[in-house]
């Protein structure tokens, strides 16, 4: 079906390839099973392409996630290369990825598996099936705005300085990135800033309202501000479909929604860019969740989160939406029989290792098959 289509996969440092390994397992099923099948190539990122290539990125594993139709990234870092100069940090190599790629919305899913809703800091009704999608605007506002920077003013006072700057067209595209998402879920955008008392926030309110009534009136809009918003996760956050906000708020905000949900082993994500010429949007997935250098090697890591990755790759970058249901649900469906790595653990589940769950996810998937 997608046999056509290109896809780079980054295993990157620490649990990175052990939890890749099981998404290449979930791929190989796919491609026999239901014949969707990828042109995968491999490519090295982070501190393992900087003890080959002597750079965290090489300029020909750029040039093919640019080429590639979606890139798969597993996570980079480590104690290993802590003390290496800034530009060559394996950090600096997904930063570069995002920035010549030019993902500019990041999107950061909050699902509750109801066999994992106790392992929620809220109560299970509170949170069991939640399914929320935030949209985090990602290449501008107050991280990237100038003038920035700390001065020393005439009497020796010293003072720092952020600007948050944001454009018509930077807000539009995110914008409509939540609204065409929202089309493929439950149709409702809560847009979120502080236009009481920001004017970019005034204006992202004003530009976000204009796209709706010109093109998305089939979805329902609504306005909050980001302190409201923050409340409204902890006290009632199955009220929400897609949340879109800017890039500050949105870093809070979606690291808040992902606690609802236990663990950072489950937590998948996506970055998108701008469409090219022939039409092909850019995208990223990855786990939420870093290199884990303490259970590296061990067998133990939760390869859900890039497993639930993939997920959204084949939904969002190849609208193979039934197979991502597929796979979403054969999640749920081991979650359910009580399979669990030891980041997730309840009492009474059965504790298996990485291989373990990609056995169980499989199995799962034979089943619905
Ligand atoms: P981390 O996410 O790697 O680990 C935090 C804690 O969660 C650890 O106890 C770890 O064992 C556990 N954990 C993480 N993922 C897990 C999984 N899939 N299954 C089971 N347990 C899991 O964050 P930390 O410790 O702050 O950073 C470690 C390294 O990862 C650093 O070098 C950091 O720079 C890098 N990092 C990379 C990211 C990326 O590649 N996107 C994101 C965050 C950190
Ligand atoms: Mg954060």
Known sequence: ?????????????????????????????????????????????????????????????????????????????????????????????????????????????????????????????????????????????????????????????????NTQVYTTPEIQRVARVAFDLARLRGRKVCSVEKANVMESGVLWREEVQKLHDADYKDVELSHMYADNCAMQLVRQPKQFDVIVTDNLFGDLLSDCAAMLTGSLGMLPSASLGAADARGRRRALYEPVHGSAPDIAGKDLANPLATILSLAMMLRYSFALGADADLLEKAVSNALGAGIRTGDIMTPGATKVSTAGMGDAVLKELDKLA
Request: charged share 30%; proline share 6%.
């Open 1 to 161: 079906m997608a046999a056509n289509k290109k896809l780079l996969i980054l295993a990157g440092d620490g649990i990175g390839p052990e939890v890749m390994r099981q998404v290449e397992r979930v791929l190989d099923w796919y491609a026999k099973r239901r014949a969707v099948s990828f042109g995968v190539n491999h490519g090295l990122v982070g501190g393992c392409s900087y003890d080959k290539h002597g750079t965290p990125l090489t300029d020909e594993t750029m040039g093919e996630a640019m080429e590639a139709d979606a890139v798969l990234l597993g996570a980079v870092g480590g104690p290993k290369w802590d003390s290496l100069p800034f530009e060559k940090k394996p950090e600096r190599g997904l930063l570069r990825l995002r920035k010549d790629m030019e993902l500019f919305a990041n999107l950061r899913p909050a699902i509750v598996f109801g066999p994992l809703a106790d392992a929620s800091s809220l109560k299970r009704e509170l949170v069991d099936g939640l399914d929320i999608m935030i949209v985090r605007e990602l290449t501008g506002g107050v991280y990237f705005g100038k003038p920035r920077g700390i001065e020393t003013l005439p009497d020796g006072t010293r003072r720092g300085i």
